[in-house]
């Protein structure tokens, strides 16, 4: 009896540290403070998978100003829940750009995604960039936009609104392009399907010209 009852005793306890345990789990931590660590994430991940893809790809320099209108772009679909290249105003990333550098030239993609999530789960910003990757890689247009090997410099901005979290990223390259310091800029936005229409068109226009393409993956 006494041997039963020692052994009821050590179950009581160790079920005991068990409930205890599940009790001191820690919630899961806002969304909010995980979109940065999620547009890093993607940033890494869509620079292993150009080089998977083409070795002699031009390497992704982070870009400031990429990032500004990423993060604008992200954050105007969270608010407004929307997933599209144009927001319901009109606004492009290449209208956003050009508003904010005036003599910026060359080409421009834009990947753009959306995945809803568990509040009782979060977000894991290492998961979801991968889901963010994935799904890219599985539409054509999205997996030849981020693979386009001229690219060397991108942007990306990450967004959450109720359950849903945005992505934009941007990619772009100047392609020897000559500047117009007085080109009309609402005249020099022409958008593609693939880079590789857009290089082919600059390739065909006698220089000087400003091209600020917007092209690549649709939502």
Not at 100 to 106: E, H, S, T, V
Request: proline share 8%.
């Amino acid at each position: 009896m006494m041997r039963s009852a020692i052994t009821a005793l050590a179950f009581l306890l160790l079920a005991g540290c068990a409930s205890m345990e599940q009790a001191a789990s820690p919630p899961p931590a806002d969304p909010q403070t995980q979109m940065a660590p999620l547009a890093l994430r993607i940033a890494v991940l869509v620079e292993e998978q150009r080089l998977k893809l083409d070795p002699s790809a031009k390497a992704l320099a982070i870009d400031p100003e990429l990032t500004k209108i990423a993060e604008m772009r992200a954050r105007d679909m969270a608010k407004k829940n929307y997933l599209a290249h144009a927001a319901p105003n009109g606004d492009t990333s290449a209208s956003l750009l050009m508003a904010d550098d005036a003599k910026w030239q060359g080409l421009l993609g834009e990947n753009l995604a959306a995945q809803h999530y568990v509040k009782e789960s979060g977000v894991d910003a290492d998961a979801f960039a991968a889901r963010f990757l994935d799904e890219w890689m599985k539409s054509q247009p999205h997996r030849e936009n981020l693979a386009y090997p001229a690219y060397d410099r991108t942007g990306v901005g990450a967004a959450v609104n109720g359950d849903t979290v945005y992505v934009a990223q941007l990619f772009a390259s100047d392609m020897g392009l000559k500047p117009l310091a007085d080109a009309d800029p609402s005249s020099t936005v022409t958008s593609y399907s693939t880079p590789a229409a857009a290089q082919k068109d600059a390739a065909r226009r006698p220089p000087p010209i400003r091209l600020r393409g917007t092209q690549g993956g649709g939502p």
